[in-house]
């Protein structure tokens, strides 16, 4: 009896044991599982083969080159006939028409008078003066002065605008000015200042003057006398510009390698609050459209542009592009591409050095590494013999299939990789013309040796001929895929591809970088580019 009760406690005694491992290390036992599973994975992860994958991207094969341009207009220096003080009426940058006015001088310091300046003016400042701050560039500091004539002449003109609108006079100097070169006084407009008198003919715009200076209106409109002030007109059309730097007389045959040193370039301002003097710089006009660029190249630069008689330029200021003619030549020991505009100069009127992109990539697709190029071997046939199925929108063929002595068709569904026209040129969706064409088949779809029966009609096509596709490993869903492409241009690491093709890529696809590391369909563990 003890025996039994001693051996039914050994029993209870182990399935209590069992019961306690079981409830107190269930945790243990997941978290045993997961381990194992990790091992697992890291593991495979390491014995199997990895790829670096590469993001396809559009644009060209290389960048366009960025340079340094000198620019070179028609320009004259307008100094002053006599002493004075002076006032300005033209901003800069404000373009004039010949015999408009530009600035006056008198023989006493004209008084200032507090103007402010509407919003809409101060807006206009503020907007200069963020675009400026935007495209600062530290390297080009002497473009703050550019800037700071830019600004005081606009600030200069709205607060001589907003004075003279506040006179009450009903006529300002420079409005006497605009009736006497437009002819558009009626009878005689007639000023008392000091016995001073101008009279102006409304059928010729004539005037003739008689001042204390005796002075009188040139027949060209260079100069008029108005009251106490002589105004100055533009001697013909052009940009007014208030800076000299020395290179105004300077054309592309009279330059020197010195001249492209920006560390050593120098801007005169000529804008002033005190007395001129004869002879004195008053400002710069800019009279033609026609402008010249001249760019230091390199060996390399200057034999990619060797043979080209026109390039692209695209201005890195604003991003505006125009086309030039071009020549290489030689400034010294420095070759140099000459490049001669006939438009846009406005723009950069107030610019002697300007940052240009040389466009010399034109063309324009999916950029790809070299190495991810691969070659498959596929079955060429007829394109009379493609056909659809049954509900119209899968492509296949009719295969003979004989049962004894006899035959029937079955439809087998396929994907064209390509098709080509019987010049070898690839059909798209604008060239449909099918006729003498070809397709190209995936060898695992079709067996050499198939009969291919053509639809309405009993002729008949034996699979076996084949032909080489070039193409990538598409990653994008884990797995390789081969999509084919058309190679535009390439160079001994890239190559750009033309976008659009049947079966081919698309912008941002994930593609394999080294083609030959990875087989069709195979699973992928890929890295970044």
């Not at 960025?66 to 006939?81: P, Q, S, W």
């Not at 019987?422 to 969706?429: P, S, V």
């Not at 999509?483 to 593609?511: P, W």
Request: proline content about 2%.
């Amino acid at each position: 009896m003890s025996g039994r009760r001693k051996f039914s406690g050994t029993v209870k005694n182990i399935f209590i044991a069992i019961g306690k491992l079981l409830t107190y290390n269930i945790t243990t036992i997941m978290f045993a599982a997961l381990l194992l599973y990790m091992i697992i994975t890291v593991v495979l992860y390491a014995t199997s083969g990895h790829v670096t994958s590469y993001q396809v991207t559009v644009g060209p094969l290389t960048k366009n080159p960025v340079c340094t341009a000198l620019a070179l207009r028609t320009e004259e220096v307008v100094t002053a006939e006599k002493s004075g003080y002076i006032e300005y009426y033209a901003t800069e940058g404000m373009q004039v028409r010949q015999n408009g006015s530009v600035y006056s001088l008198s023989n006493e310091e004209q008084e200032t008078e507090a103007a402010a300046l509407t919003e809409e003016q101060m807006e206009d400042v503020r907007s200069s003066a963020s675009q400026f701050s935007y495209a600062y560039n530290s390297n080009r500091f002497y473009d703050t002065y550019s800037y700071k004539y830019q600004i005081r002449g606009t600030i200069l003109q709205a607060a001589e605008d907003a004075l003279s609108g506040s006179t009450g006079t009903g006529q300002t100097a420079q409005d006497s000015l605009t009736s006497e070169e437009t002819g558009e006084t009626s009878g005689e407009d007639t000023e008392a200042d000091n016995g001073n008198v101008v009279e102006g003919t409304a059928e010729t715009g004539e005037t003739g003057t008689v001042n204390d200076s005796g002075n009188s209106q040139d027949s060209n409109g260079n100069v008029i006398s108005v009251g106490n002030q002589d105004v100055y007109t533009a001697p013909e059309a052009g940009i007014v510009m208030y800076s000299t730097d020395g290179y105004e007389n300077k054309t592309a045959d009279s330059l020197v390698e010195e001249d492209f040193d920006q560390m050593s370039y120098q801007n005169e301002n000529l804008i002033t609050d005190g007395e001129v003097q004869p002879g004195d710089s008053v400002y710069k006009l800019v009279t033609s459209e026609n402008w010249t660029l001249m760019v230091p190249l390199t060996d390399q630069m200057a034999a990619a542009l060797a043979g080209r008689e026109s390039i692209q330029v695209k201005f890195v200021k604003d991003g505006e592009s125009q086309n030039g003619s071009l020549t290489i030549v030689n400034v010294g020991s420095q070759k140099v591409a000459r490049i001669d505009l006939v438009n846009g100069m406005t723009r950069y009127a107030e610019d002697r050095f300007l940052e240009v992109e040389l466009v010399v990539n034109t063309q324009s697709g999916l950029k790809i590494p070299v190495s991810s190029i691969v070659e498959k071997e596929f079955y060429t046939v007829p394109l009379d013999f493609l056909t659809l199925g049954d509900n119209g929108d899968t492509q296949g063929f009719l295969k003979e299939v004989r049962n004894g002595d006899s035959s029937s068709t079955e439809f087998v569904n396929v994907t064209i990789y390509k098709r080509i026209d019987a010049d070898g040129n690839e059909i798209t969706e604008g060239t449909q013309d099918t006729s003498g064409g070809l397709c190209y088949v995936d060898k695992d779809t079709l067996k050499e040796g198939d009969v291919l029966v053509k639809p309405d009609s009993g002729e008949t096509f034996t699979v076996g001929n084949t032909d080489n596709l070039q193409g990538v490993y598409n990653i994008n869903q884990g797995y390789a895929v081969f999509r084919q492409i058309e190679i535009m241009d390439q160079n001994e690491e890239y190559c750009i591809v033309e976008q659009g093709t049947s079966y081919g890529l698309r912008a941002f696809d994930y593609i394999v970088r080294d083609g030959s590391t990875v087989n069709e369909e195979e699973i992928v563990y890929s890295g970044s580019n």
